[in-house]
DNA sequence: ATTCAACGCTTTTTT
DNA sequence: AGCGTTGAAT
């Protein structure tokens, strides 16, 4: 250990050695946190002898936590196991199935994400019998979740009621929770807020994890709300070994109930706090920094902080005007191709967008370039309607009491139960007090229904009781999806479909029998609830891969804590980033706090572009380059107009009038190699290159393209 | 009672 | 451009 606080420099060091008491590390961008953070548990385990598990490390994400971990491992060895790095969700959801007793609910949740929570509270609509168009039912799910976030249940919540939009929110929130509850299952926001009330509430719970836990480290500590303050704060008692690790300037998560106070007000929370300063930023240039600095600089009621680098300058940063989101795109492609013919491997090479729907225009260019490229955060791997209709089989499997559940099942594959069939099941199962999934089995209680609806009910049942007993008897969790998959007739509904999506979902299926063998290969103790458990708390930051070759796009939120030798920013628009609803001046200041998180993200290279229309809710707008922009000082910035592609094309018809390039032509390609002409498009700015290398047939930009005529 | 096709409204960011 | 609701067909 003595020779690993070489590798830090003076505060790094001071933040690992300072063991005992709160301690806040304020983490600027690059400012090697992360190392921070796995040295001082390695030296907490070595050097001062704690066990393991008394460690609680909280990241951001499952993907976070899984690599602090394995580093801490190539420090420590093995024992590493034993320590609790995990998000505040994935490490609530331990401590209530644990608690669950205490909690008031069963050990077997079910965990409900926000497709479940919407189908949920659209039933809720029907039973207070209010009118989804008068009010929107994602909009009392954010009421919900941002009183929840505060440690507001529905009974608080209802005696706080003020006005009429209040009592009928309140009125939802009882019934949803009711209904929850019902369903033996909690949202995201119920992880937080049960485990936090059950550790203030309950003293042997309390006493049992205070004791346990004796160090506890957050990071991303600007992002926490008040649920899980409040449950670092009970948690920390009484010994207060408390570190927590942030950044003000990166908070972006307010719309989500994070309160940047947290951060702030730290020292006031625990008055012998020990404070360090990490400003010295190992990832970018020195003019990178520059800008991103004067950028959130602007920003009122933050830190005064100057992170500060010894590298050099590097080069200046791009800001690109575009003709519109095509033109942006093919900006983009130009960019990346640029890079890559410059050494850069393509996953060094990141776009970032502030909203999903960005990705599209970029995504059709990269597919035309043969660029690979993974998106991260768009429709997710679970979120396909054919992966949750077979994960509905396992939930019901493993909570009979799951409605939701229940109610996709019923509808996948069609065979004509349909939502008539629903009530009277759910009516049935009240009757008798059974749990829905339970009253599937026994059709014959239930009146009016055919006779190839009874047949469904107990084909679905009888499967139901199968995959249950086949958990119970230790079959692999690939063993129970293909039996799903199989029995359940999805598989077969698809292919008789046999239009080209349905094989795609055919394939989705499939990978989905291949997760599950992932999982159960890779858990520690796999079981279908764990399984169940991580595809819910699974989040899209946890799928990045930087290691396959392929250039990353994601928005902004997506991309802290990683890092790019070269980021390109999209779409740097007013009304989209800063987006039009980020109108109030606290909304803009965390629209430039994302907007300083993703400039920091670059190592070398930071492009910035913009178009001036863009096609928006049907009609194409007319944009102003964001004021972010603007924030950037002159001379750090090369390029303030012209289009790179529209260079690119002036180019290719200058070069062109040089060496035209014509079918036939021999020509060489930085990354591709040598390759003949089959044709050209476009009066020559766009040429098909057959390569001998590896056979493909590619269209390229003959100006922005890393090729040269050589015969 | 279920299913399918057309219409109209809506979209920031996510554990 | 996608989804959910509505209305018509089976």
């Not at 049960?194 to 600007?222: C, G, H, K, M, N």
């Not at 001046?585 to 001036?612: F, I, K």
Request: glycine share 8%.
């Amino acid at each position: 250990m003595a020779n690993l606080l070489d590798d830090l420099n003076p505060p790094q060091r001071d933040a690992v050695m300072h063991t005992e008491g709160p301690l806040l590390v304020l983490a600027g961008a690059g400012s090697g946190k992360t190392r921070v953070l796995t040295y001082r548990i390695a030296h907490l385990i070595d050097d001062c002898g704690v066990a393991p598990w008394a460690i609680l490390a909280i990241t951001f994400t499952n993907k976070a936590a899984a690599e602090m971990r394995e580093r801490i491992t190539g420090l420590v060895g093995p024992v590493a196991r034993d320590i609790w790095a995990s998000t505040f969700h994935s490490a609530c959801v331990r401590i209530l199935r644990r608690e669950a007793d205490a909690a008031g609910y069963r050990s077997d949740f079910a965990i409900y994400d926000t497709d479940d929570q919407l189908r949920l509270m659209r039933a809720c609509f029907a039973d207070e019998e209010v009118d989804p168009k008068r009010v929107a039912p994602r909009s009392v799910l954010a009421r919900i979740s941002d009183a929840k976030n505060r440690l507001i249940d529905a009974e608080a919540f209802v005696e706080e009621a003020d006005g009429f939009g209040d009592e009928v929110v309140g009125r939802l929130y009882r019934r949803y929770a009711a209904r929850l509850q019902a369903a033996g299952a909690m949202d995201f926001d119920d992880l937080l807020m049960v485990t936090t009330r059950v550790l203030e509430s309950d003293p042997q719970v309390r006493e049992r994890y205070q004791s346990r836990f004796a160090y506890i480290l957050v990071d991303e500590y600007q992002d926490t709300n008040h649920a899980q303050y409040r449950l670092v704060r009970v948690l920390a008692e009484p010994q207060r070994n408390i570190c927590a690790v942030g950044d003000d300037d990166q908070g972006i998560y307010s719309w989500r109930g994070a309160d940047v106070r947290n951060i702030l007000d730290f020292e006031r929370d625990y008055p012998d706090t020990h404070v360090v300063a990490l400003e010295q930023n190992y990832r970018s240039t020195g003019t990178i920094l520059r800008a991103a600095n004067a950028v959130v600089a602007r920003n009122r009621g933050r830190r005064p902080k100057a992170l500060w680098t010894d590298q050099g300058d590097g080069e200046p940063l791009h800001v690109l005007a575009c003709r519109d989101e095509h033109d942006e795109a093919r900006t983009v492609l130009a960019e990346i191709e640029r890079a890559r013919a410059a050494g850069t491997s393509l996953d060094q090479i990141a776009v970032f967008y502030r909203t999903n729907a960005q990705s599209r225009s970029i995504e059709d260019q990269l597919v035309r370039g043969r660029i690979a490229y993974a998106v991260v955060g768009g429709p997710r791997f679970y979120e396909r309607a054919e992966v949750r209709d077979a994960l509905a089989y396992l939930r019901v499997a493993a909570n009979p009491a799951d409605e939701i559940a229940v109610a996709r099942l019923l509808g996948a594959p069609k065979r004509g139960l349909g939502p008539g069939c629903l009530v009277k099941l759910s009516l049935c199962a009240q009757t008798h007090g059974l749990a829905i999934g339970d009253a599937i089995g026994q059709a014959d209680l239930i009146a009016g229904l055919n006779q190839s609806q009874r047949a469904a009910l107990a084909r679905t049942a009888s499967l139901l009781t199968e995959v249950a007993d086949a958990d119970a008897a230790g079959m692999p969790l690939s063993g129970l999806v293909a039996m799903v998959i199989e029995r359940s007739g999805l598989r077969a509904a698809l292919v008789i479909e046999g239009t080209l999506e349905a094989q795609g979902r055919i394939e989705n299926l499939d990978e989905l029998e291949n997760v599950a063998a992932e999982y159960h290969a890779n858990a520690p103790e796999p079981s279908l609830q764990g399984f169940l458990e991580e595809v819910a708390l699974q989040s899209d930051a946890d799928l990045v891969d930087q290691e396959h070759g392929q250039v990353t796009l994601m928005t902004v939120h997506n991309a802290k804590g990683l890092e790019f030798d070269v980021v390109v920013m999209t779409g740097m628009e007013d009304g989209i980033f800063p987006h039009a609803r980020a109108d109030e001046p606290d909304s803009l200041e965390e629209e430039r706090r994302l907007c300083y998180v993703g400039m920091t993200r670059a190592r070398r290279r930071l492009v910035l572009t913009h178009a001036e229309t863009r096609a928006i809710h049907g009609g194409r707008e007319y944009r102003l380059p964001s004021r972010f922009l603007a924030e950037i000082p002159r001379d750090a910035v090369a390029t303030r107009e012209g289009a790179p592609v529209r260079e690119a094309f002036a180019g290719a018809t200058q070069r062109s009038a040089v060496v035209p390039l014509e079918a036939g032509d021999t020509v060489l390609h930085a990354t591709f190699g040598e390759g003949i002409v089959t044709g050209v498009e476009s009066r020559g700015s766009l040429v098909r290159v057959r390569f001998s290398r590896d056979g493909t047939e590619r269209r390229l930009m003959a100006g922005a393209a890393p090729m040269r005529k050589v015969g």
